[in-house]
C-alpha cells in the first residue's frame, strides 16, 4: 500500500497540482475578503467571526465542488493516458490498492486547502481586530464541516474519474455540485440533506435567521450537527467502497 501512495507522489511531484488547488482557493479568499472589508467599512458591526464563517460556508458550496472535480481529475485522468493500468498491474499493484492511493493522494490535497482557509479566516480577523477573540472551538467546528463533506465528494468524483476516460463528465458533475452546494439552502431541508454538496453550509457552526426582518447569526449547538456529520461518514465510507469494489472488478 505504502508503495502505491509512494508512486502516486512520485507522479504528480512536477504537475504543481498544489499549486493550482492554492490559487484556486486564494481567489475564492480574497474575493470574500473584498466583500467583507466593504461590509465592515459601511457597517462596522459586521465585523464578527459569525458573518465571515457564514460567507465562506455559503461560498464553499459553490467553488469547493468545482475546485475537488478539476483536481480528482487531473489525479485520475493519468491512469486513462497509455498503458498506465497494465505497467501498476505488472508491478503487483492492485487496482485497490491504486484506488485507495489516489483517495488518500486527493483527501491530503483537500485537507490542505482547508487548513489553508481557516488559517486565512483566522488571520483576516485579527488583522481586522475584531471585538471577540479568536474562537478556536468555533473554528475547528467549521473546518471539520468541510473536510468531512469534502472526503465524501472526493470519494463520488474520483469514482467517476476513474470509470469514465472522457473527464468532462467527471467536471460537468462538479459544476452540477457546485449549483446545487449554491442554492442548498434555499432547498427545504429534506430535500437539501440528500444532495451531498448541501452539507458544507448544512455542516456550517453558523447559521442566518431572518426574524423580524433583521438579520441574525445563529451558533448552533453541536449536538445538533452530529447527526449530520454521521451522514456524510457514511456517505463518503459507502461511496468509497462502492467505486472500489467497481474499479477491482473492472477489466484494465
Known amino acids: 500500500m505504502m508503495r502505491a501512495i509512494s508512486i502516486e507522489f512520485f507522479k504528480f511531484r512536477h504537475r504543481h497540482i498544489y499549486l493550482m488547488a492554492t490559487l484556486f482557493l486564494l481567489i475564492e479568499v480574497i474575493f470574500l475578503f473584498m466583500g467583507m472589508s466593504r461590509s465592515i467599512s459601511m457597517k462596522p458591526e459586521n465585523a464578527n467571526w459569525e458573518a465571515l464563517i457564514v460567507m465562506f460556508a455559503s461560498m464553499n458550496g459553490l467553488l469547493f465542488p468545482i475546485l475537488i472535480a478539476v483536481s480528482v481529475s487531473r489525479i485520475c485522468d493519468m491512469e486513462h493516458k497509455g498503458n498506465t493500468w497494465k505497467l501498476l498491474l505488472t508491478l503487483s499493484i492492485k487496482p485497490g490498492q491504486?484506488?485507495?492511493?489516489?483517495?488518500?493522494?486527493?483527501?491530503?490535497?483537500i485537507l490542505w486547502?482547508?487548513?489553508?482557509?481557516?488559517?486565512?479566516?483566522?488571520a483576516f480577523g485579527i488583522v481586522k481586530d475584531f471585538e471577540d477573540p479568536l474562537p478556536t472551538f468555533l473554528l475547528i467546528r467549521y473546518f471539520f464541516g468541510i473536510v468531512f463533506t469534502s472526503l465524501a465528494i472526493v470519494a463520488l468524483q474520483q469514482w467517476v474519474s476513474l470509470m469514465k476516460k472522457n473527464q468532462v463528465i467527471a467536471l460537468t458533475l462538479g459544476m452540477i455540485g457546485g449549483f446545487i452546494g449554491m442554492t442548498a439552502d434555499l432547498m427545504p431541508s429534506g430535500v437539501s440533506r440528500i444532495f451531498i454538496w448541501s452539507y458544507y453550509s448544512g455542516l456550517s457552526p453558523v447559521s442566518l435567521s431572518y426574524e423580524s426582518e433583521e438579520l441574525d447569526f445563529i451558533v448552533r449547538n453541536l449536538n445538533a450537527l452530529l447527526p449530520l456529520m454521521l451522514i456524510v461518514i457514511i456517505a463518503a465510507i459507502s461511496i468509497y467502497l462502492a467505486g472500489s469494489m467497481h474499479l477491482s472488478r473492472k477489466e484494465v
Open 113 to 122: 486547502v482547508c487548513i489553508v482557509q481557516v488559517l486565512s479566516i483566522a
Open 98 to 109: 491504486v484506488y485507495a492511493a489516489k483517495y488518500i493522494y486527493a483527501c491530503i490535497l
